[in-house]
């Protein structure tokens, strides 16, 4: 039986999961930054630059390139390019979200129901950007637009999740009492 009068919050959490969930997080954030200077410096993060990317659309980025359009030549992506794209990054995502769903989980604030909201969130949108991506690629380039937003809002949604993280660990790190 559960016993209802003790749940299971960072509070309570032996400081050595605290600080697991600390550094999970941290690197987390370093490495999802990671990704979109990567997605800024590939498609410059506008419906355009990442229907390019997809599509095989010459842009003009400036930088590298063939000389003639200042940016890099792309190709449209194959049927396995875009099966190893959706592949590695729904299930690396789906683990991402996941820790730091289990850390939101483990909050006491805000209150739940908007805690449940920022869990399934990243889940459900990740699954729209995978389609709206085949989609773009495969029907119509302006899919990048609901790329693009389903995508805004993972990113926001994981710097969401994990100022709450960061935030709680250190007030129960830093003895303040509960809100």
Do not use: N
Request: aromatic share 12%; charged share 20%.
């Amino acid at each position: 039986m559960r016993d209802a009068g003790r749940q299971l919050t960072w509070w309570a959490a032996p400081a050595l999961l605290r600080t697991l969930a600390r550094w999970i997080t941290i690197v987390q954030i370093v490495g999802y930054t990671t990704s979109l200077v990567f997605v800024w410096r590939t498609t410059r993060m506008t419906p355009a630059g990442v229907a390019a990317r997809y599509r095989g659309e010459s842009l003009e980025f400036g930088g590298e390139g063939d000389g003639r359009t200042g940016g890099p030549m792309q190709f449209p992506k194959s049927l396995p390019e875009m099966l190893t794209i959706t592949h590695t990054h729904i299930l690396s995502m789906a683990v991402i979200f996941a820790l730091s769903g289990i850390g939101v989980a483990l909050c006491t604030w805000p209150p739940e129901r908007w805690r449940r909201l920022l869990i399934a969130e990243p889940f459900g949108a990740l699954l729209v950007s995978f389609a709206a991506m085949w989609l773009m690629r495969f029907v119509d380039s302006r899919f990048a637009w609901l790329l693009e937003a389903s995508s805004s809002l993972i990113a926001l949604t994981f710097y969401v999740q994990s100022y709450l993280i960061l935030r709680e660990l250190a007030r129960v790190d830093g003895g303040e009492e509960r809100a």
